[in-house]
Structure formats: structure tokens, C-alpha cells
């Protein structure tokens, strides 16, 4: 199993970045797919996933209305499209999944892509 995350970058507070998390090896889709962040002195937080089943979707009280997790299943890839970007959303983002079943929580993570850097400046 391979989680390969890409699209982080600079971005002025407002602007828009979009991440790309490209998964292969899974076998079935008894799973949730999505993303982590973690910024400097911070703990891991859960910001977005969508279950790989029935595409239901979870965002964190801080991102909804601004960020928007999508998947293409033909490309096996999960989408973050972040919007109206705060510098306090600067952190590492990692994609990630956990059983479906499970919370959406770093302790509950079978598999880690390595994460992206977001920078939001001011």
C-alpha cells in the first residue's frame, strides 16, 4: 500500500492550493481516505476524509465551508481543494487511512503518505 501526496506550497492568506493523495495497493474499499495536519509545536489533527465505501465525508470545525475533499476512483486519487487559506492553516499535511469503522483519529491510521508542506503567509 502507497499513499503519495503532493500539491503543497505558498500561498498568500486567501489564496487556494489544491492536494492530490494518489493511493494504490488496496484491496477492496472497507476504508477512509483523507488527511492530517500537523503544524509546528502542534499535535496531529484531523482535517478532511471520505469514506472510499459511500464517499460520505468529515471536515473539521475549522476548515468547513473552506476546504472540500473529493475522489476520483477511475485515478484511485483523493482531492483537498483549500480555499480561503489562513496562515493558521500552515502545517504539514499528511494523507492517511484508517478502517472503516474507525474514528478519524492519527492513533486509528493503518497507512501514512508523506506529508506535504502547506505555507500560508500573512
Known amino acids: 500500500v502507497q499513499l503519495q501526496a503532493s500539491g503543497g506550497g505558498l500561498v498568500q492568506a486567501g489564496g487556494s492550493l489544491r492536494l492530490s493523495c494518489a493511493a494504490s495497493?488496496?484491496?477492496?474499499?472497507?476504508?477512509?481516505i483523507g488527511w492530517f495536519r500537523q503544524a509546528p509545536g502542534k499535535e496531529r489533527e484531523g482535517v478532511s476524509c471520505i469514506s472510499a465505501r459511500d464517499g460520505s465525508t468529515y471536515y473539521t470545525d475549522s476548515v468547513k465551508g473552506r476546504f472540500t475533499i473529493s475522489r476520483d476512483n477511475a485515478k484511485n486519487t483523493v482531492y483537498l481543494q483549500m480555499n480561503s487559506l489562513k496562515p493558521e492553516d500552515t502545517a504539514v499535511y499528511y494523507c492517511?487511512?484508517?478502517?472503516?469503522?474507525?474514528?478519524?483519529?492519527?492513533?486509528?491510521?493503518?497507512?501514512w503518505g508523506k506529508g506535504t508542506l502547506v505555507t500560508v503567509s500573512s
Open positions: 492517511a487511512t484508517v478502517p472503516a469503522g474507525n474514528y478519524w483519529s492519527p492513533t486509528g491510521v493503518n497507512y
Open positions: 495497493g488496496f484491496i477492496g474499499d472497507y476504508y477512509v
